[in-house]
């Protein structure tokens, strides 16, 4: 019931409670949809704790990410969430991810080439063998952590892979990854987290600097040395800039995949009659990823500035407003899924937020898909009679939702 059919009523609009509202609360992480079903339905455009406006339904996500004039930030082209210091060696302005305009559409091109569907798709046989080595690790065990022992060793082996990192750095780099995403919301992230993202990202810089120089010296067929050819072939990639997105990259390579695969296996386990329908039919691998995508996503909202005055719901907000798109309300709205609450791993209909929208949709959304259908296909397939033995979450260190352990049984048939 929406704020007028509430008035109509005679009743006063529900006016929920959004102190919990952030993802540093593991209470609201754990199950953030009472709170964003009650926004949407009843403070389409709310105001946050943080002092940020949020849009909650599908339609208004689909208008703020594809529709009015917005970006990344200010019209001026000030950043808004990271302050900038002219003196420091690494500003994470320069990732594409926080550009707007020509600079994103120039750093996004150059990087683009390497996550085409083409290109990803030769990636299937090298992923496919990690999900394999993964799962034969466990086999005799009886026993696994989805989030440890598969959805961290994935997406993490195989974004190092691609930028030519050696695998045996690989445990260090999801350590200072998941603490480091918290600099990417430095306003707003408490002390304590800001405490361990400022080392941890100190330290991957450290790394690629290193690395970058180590292959001018000696280019290889990676990205980061691809990279490097662009720079040097006349493109206007300054040193820089070639340090940043090596460091975006890795973190946004694989950081929200551990998430996407570790919740999206909850899921599951947690609907056995879904289970058994993708065990009966593993052609549904495709939807029911997009189903885990749409139903419990690990990112539950993107950020935007406008460009323009624009009107939500009878309230105009000026040019430069920050406005939140709350990604996982507007994926369980009722006016564009039918009985959205519920796990549907054959859902058809109308597309997602997972992955955003418009200019800045995600890079990564074709590798993240293939990762978690093969990582998720191959538990499935290879191990029967999963069964959760902890539904409680314990949670990471980082930004997103990423669980930090995610124990289960299997047995033999």
């Not at 509430?6 to 593991?26: E, L, M």
């Not at 020509?102 to 990087?111: A, S």
């Not at 990803?120 to 799962?135: F, G, K, N, T």
């Not at 885990?292 to 719901?313: G, K, Q, Y």
Request: some cysteine.
């Amino acid at each position: 019931m929406s704020d007028n059919e509430d008035r109509s009523a005679g009743r006063a609009p529900a006016r929920p409670s959004v102190g919990a509202f952030g993802v540093n609360d593991d209470a609201f992480r754990a199950d953030p949809y009472p709170l964003l079903n009650v926004l949407r339905e009843h403070q389409p455009l709310a105001k946050t704790p943080m002092g940020l406006w949020a849009l909650s339904r599908y339609q208004d996500v689909e208008r703020l990410l594809r529709g009015v004039p917005a970006g990344m930030r200010k019209r001026d082209g000030t950043p808004f969430v990271i302050p900038s210091d002219p003196d420091a060696q690494f500003d994470p302005n320069s990732f594409m991810l926080l550009q707007d305009g020509e600079p994103h559409h120039r750093l996004r091109k150059l990087v683009a080439k390497a996550f085409t569907p083409r290109m990803i798709e030769r990636l299937r046989p090298e992923v496919q063998a990690v999900c394999d080595s993964c799962i034969d690790r466990v086999l005799e065990q009886g026993r696994l952590d989805v989030a440890e022992d598969l959805a961290r060793i994935v997406p993490s082996t195989v974004i190092c892979m691609m930028l030519g990192v050696p695998l045996a750095d690989r445990p260090r780099f999801t350590e200072w990854t998941a603490n480091a995403t918290h600099a990417l919301v430095v306003q707003f992230a408490p002390a304590q987290a800001m405490a361990r993202a400022r080392p941890a990202l100190e330290k991957l810089v450290e790394y690629f600097t290193a690395m970058i120089e180590a292959r001018r010296k000696r280019l290889g067929d990676d990205l980061v040395s691809e990279l490097i050819r662009a720079e040097e072939g006349g493109d206007r990639l300054t040193s820089a800039e070639l340090l940043v997105q090596s460091v975006g990259l890795l973190a946004a390579g694989f950081e929200t995949t551990i998430g996407l695969i570790s919740l999206g296996v909850r899921q599951l386990l947690l609907h056995p009659a879904e289970l058994a329908k993708l065990r009966a039919d593993p052609s549904l691998i495709g939807t029911a990823v997009e189903e885990c995508l749409r139903f419990d996503p690990p990112i539950l909202a993107t950020l935007r500035l406008l460009h323009e005055d624009t009107e939500w719901h009878g309230q105009s907000l000026p040019a430069d407003t920050p406005v939140l798109a709350l990604l996982a309300a507007a994926n369980r709205d009722p006016r564009a899924y039918a009985d959205p609450e519920r796990f549907d791993v054959a859902r058809k209909g109308a597309p997602h937020w997972g992955f955003g929208g418009g200019a800045h949709f995600c890079l990564g959304a074709h590798l993240a898909r293939l990762e978690t259908q093969l990582a998720i296909g191959t538990l499935v397939r290879r191990l029967p009679k999963l069964e959760l033995m902890d539904a409680k979450l314990r949670w990471s260190d980082s930004l997103f939702r990423v669980p930090a352990s995610l124990p289960v049984h299997f047995g033999a048939e």
